[in-house]
Each structure stands twice: as C-alpha cells, then as structure tokens.
C-alpha cells in the first residue's frame, strides 16, 4: 500500500508538473522585443536655459535618465537651470533636458528661457 501511495504521488506531481510545462508556449528571443525599444529616442545637442514651473512651494522631479523611470531628487519651482542635451522620447512622449550629468527633467514641469 505505500509503494502505491508514493508512485500515486509521483506521478501527480510529475503530471502537474508537465501539464503547466505545455500550458506555456515557447517564445523566441527575436520576437521579445518592448516597446520601449521600438519608440527610438532621438538625442540632440542643445543648449539653453529653463525655468522649473511654479513658485518656490512646488517642485519638479529629475530623473536618473530619459526613460523618466528613476526620481533621484527634487528641484524647486522658479529656479534657472542650464541643459547641454534634450532627447525627444517617443515611448512616453515627453521630451526631457539634461541639467548635470545622469540628471533630466521632463518638459512637463519646464519653461525655456533660451
């Protein structure tokens, strides 16, 4: 009787286990592809100056990079601020300015001053 148990539970587990194998479809490295990737960022050497929106109470968010994913700290409003690149990003369809390096803010919270 336990030897039946054992091989019972064996081959349940054995079949959930290749029931949930075939249940998922194979996928191709090509084919994985984001669609961050597909919306091609378009850098530009520019430079100017911008204004953060707002008065001094609010505050803007700069971004670890152009993706705009990564808040690494807060500027506040009614500052000037020089940038040295903007990149138009097709994915979020902001378009964001470098202030220093690995640091971007979005268009969003901005007005150019030149």
Do not use: C
Not at 37 to 53: K, P, Y
Not at 74 to 95: A, C, E, I, K, S
Request: hydrophobic share 40%.
């Amino acid at each position: 009787m336990y030897l039946s148990k054992k091989v019972l539970t064996s081959s349940l587990v054995l079949t959930s286990l290749l029931g949930v194998s075939m249940l998922t479809a194979p996928v191709k490295a090509s084919a994985m592809t984001t669609q961050a990737s597909t919306q091609i960022t378009a850098f530009e050497q520019q430079t100017g100056v911008l204004r953060t929106d707002g008065i001094a109470g609010n505050l803007s968010a700069v971004y670890s990079d152009s993706d705009g994913a990564t808040i690494v700290r807060w500027l506040p409003g009614g500052q000037d601020y020089r940038y040295d690149q903007v990149v138009h990003n097709g994915f979020t369809g902001l378009t964001y300015y470098r202030i220093a390096t690995n640091e971007w803010i979005d268009s969003s919270n901005v007005q150019l001053i030149n």
